[in-house]
């Protein structure tokens, strides 16, 4: 049994529409159809794929949300052992713009030996998002990291 690809990722949140509309605002994900659960939920689709899907978490959750994804952690912020969501983007000019626009606090690193300038950040449930760029776009506008991979001890 071969993995293909990764499919989506839940976050849990006590603010649904919040969470919704910062996934969609700040990085470009695209609410779309959903099945009815009978909880709420939303699902956010990149180039016609659902990644990532929203619901309420918490400690009050409905009984369809317990009985349906049997809830195993009541968190509803941070990542806990999963530590961030990558995504493969373009466009790093205006991606910084659009966090600035949004006044997202980040991070950028660089690593050389894969070619991929970095920026970390933060959605507002605490979960932590990783925009890999291909390299070449930062140079091409002399954008620089905060921290370069090869310039950590060995």
């Given at each position: ?10 976050i849990q949140t006590t603010d649904l529409p919040g969470t919704v509309r910062w996934w969609h605002e700040v ?32 400690a009050g959750v409905s009984a369809n949300r317990q009985a349906y994804l049997a809830q195993t952690s009541q ?80």
């Amino acid at each position: 049994m071969p993995l293909r690809r990764l499919q989506h990722i839940l976050i849990q949140t006590t603010d649904l529409p919040g969470t919704v509309r910062w996934w969609h605002e700040v990085l470009g994900l695209e609410p779309g159809p959903h099945p009815e659960f009978g909880f709420p939920v939303a699902w956010l689709y990149c180039e016609g794929e659902d990644v990532l899907h929203i619901t309420e978490g918490g400690a009050g959750v409905s009984a369809n949300r317990q009985a349906y994804l049997a809830q195993t952690s009541q968190a509803a912020r941070g990542t806990g052992v999963l530590d961030h969501i990558a995504f493969h983007t373009d466009d790093l000019p205006g991606t910084l713009a659009r966090l600035a626009q949004h006044g997202v606090a980040f991070t950028s690193r660089r690593v050389d030996a894969q070619g991929l300038f970095q920026l970390f950040l933060f959605d507002p449930n605490g979960v932590k998002v990783e925009l890999n760029f291909d390299g070449r776009e930062a140079d091409a506008h002399g954008i620089v990291p905060q921290l370069m991979a090869s310039d950590l001890p060995r």
